[in-house]
Each structure stands twice: as structure tokens, then as C-alpha cells.
């Protein structure tokens, strides 16, 4: 066996699948893909959209000679290892060469930057130094932008970034925007992700015009409400680029039994709650005074005092600059979560059950790890996965902003999630429970809520009932209008070949009359 050969059989040591393993739902994203230079896919977690966007690079590749390079833009775990995890795995991808765009202390971003490869890699806060490195010279034709929710802020840098290069003529002529939660709090988000995809075709070109039209003002409350029809005519006028894909349309595996646990805390407890809640001032029993400055820190403090702890933030002289710098002290209000949680991990260890714990406060990771001494954090490179699919890790402990992206935790015996702190985030609840509820989870997974009673905890289960509802009829409508669209396009298909076949059968009778002749 000559070196060629073991350089191949090393490259395609780690695929396992072929294009035949795809599902016809990931065949029909492929199609859509490539008929539909730009567009968006609004994909549930756990379908493969990853493999989907991969075979619409190597299809373009081999099938019309062209080798532009592609970039792919997404949270730092997912292009870290997500994808080139990804594109190792099947036959008809593993031979396209990839780069990720990252200092590794060896090779400078710059460098890696100016590799000739397939695909490059880059994470999303890269993106503006990216478009500057390149200027003009900009390489990319392709791009592809995951969990694209992450560009939803039109004042963004990265966003403005990245729009600069759209408005380009040239410069980039194919773009897919991948996401599962694209208006996950509100539909405004869904302006920024669009104008990328058309340049304001669709939605226009400015979003004070958007808001104008589609939005009403609460100035009390400093929000924007949808006026009523405007979920219908946004989604209608975007409809044409879209594929919407849910799981349960697709997966037999069973939706998530969802269990909101009610702990109970003593009166004292509620009452300082309460107390911080009407006055933005509470004092503690040890008569520390503490004040929430705003009507956002003051959300926060509740949602903590919630959860067990308060945090104090504390002016400290530093004594070799003089300068003042800022600590934050902990104050413990309760632990009936804790208590809480404790039973369930004696249930779950019973069983022998791993459980996965998602936290928000640092000071909450403070209770947890006192309580819990056997329990693992994740780490940023994701060293733990491995062993938690295999059982080894009896509680995982998961922040939602920086494990909502790119962990497959569902091959294990782990399927029970607990949220020990909520937060209002739509995206990143349901990002976390993806991360075991997806595809290759062998057992029916369960996620429970710890709602602590008479606080703010409260209203958080109740909006994300109320967003996750909202989302869902976002998706509901978008596919009756797809549906909609495609069926009044087959018509006039099939109106237009009629007419055709009418012609020709015309044409057939006026020549035999003149052969009689």
C-alpha cells in the first residue's frame, strides 16, 4: 500500500454514513437549497440541518465546477466542533478540505484566513474583523449563517458588518440563514435575518418603516405589539424563501413531558421579596441594604432571590492603583431549591439516572456545586460530553448562553433537565432542552421547571409559554402559506401545459387539413 493510499484511508477513517442515510426531509432541504440561492431555513433542533447545508456545498462544488469558497458563521462550539465533527462523518462531504478561522497560538487567524480550502469556519463575533480583514478582496460567495437568531440585532456589530458585504453587488451570491427560533421573543428579530437574505426586499429597507407598519408603540411599557394581521402579512411576504421543519412532523420520538415543580418558601423569604419587588430596596436580616437601580436589575435580583441568593455589589479600594473597583458579595436568602433538587437527585441516583441541571447566576453554580460536590460543569471545549453519554457524569451542570449551541448530550442514559434558575429567554430554554432532546435519544426526556411560589419565577414559566405559543403559530402559519403558495404555483404549471398541449393539438389539426388538401 503506497502513501496515497494511506493518506485516503486516513481521511475516511472516521466516516460512517453515505448519502443514502439521509432522510427524505434532509433530501428535501437540499433541493429547496439550491433552487433558492437565498433563503432561510427554520429547522427544529435535531434534524440535520448541518449535514443538509454541507451536501448543498459539495453538490454545488461537483456538480457545477465551481469552487468559490463557502463560510459558514455560527456560535463558537458549533463551527468549533458541530460542524467539522459533521462533515467527517459522511462519504459524500468528508473529502471537501475545511478551515477554522481561529488563533490556536500556532497559526494566526490571519493566516488561517488566506487558506485555500472548501469551507472556512469563523464564529460569529469574528464577523467584523473578518469583513475588514478582506475589504474588498472579500472571497466568500457562499455563506452560511447558523442559529442566525444571533443576527437579530440590526444595530449589531456583527450584523452591520456582514450586511455591508450583502449590499455589495457580487460579492456574495448565495446565502442561508439556519435557525430554530427565529422570532423567539418577538418578530421585530425577524427583520435584521430577512434583510440579509433579500436587502429589504421583502420587509424593506428600514426598520422604523417596519415597526411603523406592522407594530404598535406601548410607551409605558416601552414595547412593540403586532397589529392585528401583522403576523399574517410579515410571514406572507417572506414565505417564498422559507423551509419550515418541525420534528414532530418528521421524529415519531414523543414531545417532552414538561413538569412545572412548585417549592414552596417560607413567609420571611416572600416577604423580603416582596418588599424588594414594591420598594426597589430591601434590607436583610443581617441589615445589609441593598437597591435596584433599575427596573432590569431589579427583574434580575428577583429572579435570584428566587433561586436562593442576592447578589451586593460593593465599591473596594484598590490599594496599589487607588482606584475603586467593583465586587460582588453573595447573600444567601434560602435554600428550599436546593432541598428541592436534592430529592430529585436522590431519585434519579436511585434509578441510576444522570441528571442535567441548567443555572443562570453565578451564585446559584456557587449553591450547586456546595450541595452537589460530585456534580461536573461544562467545560469550553466540551471535554465532558464524552463521558456524559457514557453515563459517567451523575449531574451536569450547564449554563443556557453557552451550552445552548452545539452539545449532543442525548446519547446517553441522561434525559432528565432541570432548570434551576428560569429566565425569560425563549431562544436559549429551548436550545438547552435540545441539547437531549434530539435525534439518537433512546428515552422519553423530561424537563423540570423549579418554580418557587409567589415570585417572579412565576410570570418566567408563564412567558415562555406564552413566546414558545407564539413561535409555534409562527410556524404553523408560515407552512399553511407555503403550502398555500406551492399549490397556487402547481395550477398555473398546470394551466400553462394545458394551454400548451391545446396549442400543439391546434397545430396537429391544422396540418392534417392542409395534407388533405
Known amino acids: 500500500m503506497d502513501a496515497f493510499d494511506l493518506a485516503i484511508r486516513k481521511r475516511f477513517a472516521n466516516v460512517e454514513h453515505g448519502p443514502e442515510d439521509m432522510h427524505s426531509y434532509q433530501d428535501a432541504c437540499v433541493e429547496f437549497g439550491l433552487a433558492n440561492p437565498f433563503s432561510a431555513f427554520f429547522i427544529d433542533m435535531g434534524l440535520g440541518k448541518t449535514v443538509s447545508s454541507l451536501t448543498i456545498i459539495a453538490r454545488l462544488l461537483l456538480e457545477t465546477f465551481d469552487d468559490d469558497m463557502t463560510l459558514v458563521i455560527g456560535p463558537l462550539r458549533v463551527v468549533t466542533d458541530t460542524w467539522p465533527t459533521e462533515i467527517e ?62 443576527f437579530k440585532d440590526h444595530t449589531s456589530k456583527r450584523f452591520e458588518a456582514l450586511a455591508k458585504v450583502r449590499n455589495t453587488p457580487g460579492m456574495i451570491t448565495r446565502l442561508h440563514i439556519l435557525t430554530a427560533t427565529p422570532a423567539a421573543e418577538t418578530y421585530i428579530h425577524l427583520f435584521p435575518q430577512i434583510f440579509l437574505l433579500d436587502r429589504g426586499e421583502r420587509l424593506g429597507k428600514n426598520i422604523t418603516a417596519y415597526r411603523s407598519r406592522y407594530f404598535t408603540y406601548n410607551q409605558y411599557k416601552r414595547k412593540y405589539k403586532l397589529r392585528p394581521g401583522g403576523e399574517e402579512d410579515i410571514l406572507a411576504k417572506i414565505a417564498d424563501i422559507c423551509l419550515v421543519q418541525k420534528a414532530k412532523d418528521h421524529l415519531s420520538r414523543a414531545e417532552p413531558t414538561i413538569i412545572r415543580r412548585k417549592v414552596g418558601l417560607e413567609p420571611a423569604h416572600l416577604a423580603l421579596i416582596k418588599k424588594l419587588e414594591k420598594d426597589f430596596i430591601v434590607t436583610l436580616t443581617d441589615g445589609t441594604e441593598i437597591e435596584a437601580k433599575t427596573a432590569a436589575i431589579l427583574s434580575s435580583m428577583l429572579l435570584q432571590m428566587a433561586s436562593g441568593s442576592l447578589y451586593e455589589t460593593l465599591l473596594v479600594e484598590d490599594f496599589e492603583t487607588d482606584d475603586l473597583k467593583k465586587v460582588k458579595k453573595v447573600h444567601n436568602i434560602h435554600d428550599h431549591k436546593i432541598e428541592a433538587l436534592k430529592e430529585i437527585y436522590e431519585e434519579a441516583q436511585a434509578q441510576g439516572e444522570p441528571l442535567l441541571v441548567a443555572y443562570f447566576f453565578q451564585s446559584s453554580l456557587a449553591k450547586l456545586r456546595k450541595a452537589f460536590p460530585k456534580a461536573t460543569v461544562m467545560d469550553k471545549d466540551g471535554k465532558c460530553i464524552k463521558p456524559w453519554n457514557a453515563g459517567k457524569i451523575p449531574m451536569l451542570l450547564i449554563h443556557p448562553q453557552s451550552a445552548g449551541h452545539g452539545l449532543n448530550l442525548q446519547r446517553g442514559p441522561g434525559h432528565t433537565l432541570i432548570f434551576f434558575d428560569l429566565i425569560y429567554s425563549l431562544e436559549y430554554y429551548l436550545q438547552t432542552i435540545g441539547r437531549i432532546d434530539r435525534q439518537g435519544q433512546a428515552n422519553p426526556v423530561i424537563v423540570q421547571l423549579l418554580i418557587a411560589e409567589g415570585t417572579r419565577d412565576e410570570d418566567v414559566a408563564a412567558a415562555l409559554v406564552q413566546k414558545q405559543d407564539a413561535q409555534e403559530m409562527l410556524f404553523v402559519i408560515l407552512k399553511r402559506l407555503i403550502r398555500a403558495m406551492r399549490k397556487a404555483a402547481r395550477a398555473i404549471d398546470n394551466a400553462i401545459q394545458s394551454s400548451r398541449a391545446a396549442r400543439t393539438v391546434d397545430v396537429l389539426c391544422e396540418s392534417d387539413t392542409s395534407d388533405e388538401l
Do not use: C
Request: cysteine-free; aromatic content about 16%; proline content about 2%.
Open 89 to 150: 462523518l459522511w462519504r459524500h462531504t468528508a473529502w471537501m478540505s475545511h478551515t477554522l478561522i481561529r488563533d490556536d497560538g500556532k497559526v494566526t487567524k490571519e493566516e488561517l484566513a488566506q487558506r485555500r480550502t472548501s469551507v472556512h469556519f469563523i464564529n460569529r463575533e469574528q464577523v467584523e474583523w473578518l469583513v475588514y480583514f478582506w475589504k474588498e478582496k472579500w472571497p466568500y460567495r457562499r455563506v452560511f449563517v447558523d442559529e442566525s437568531s444571533s
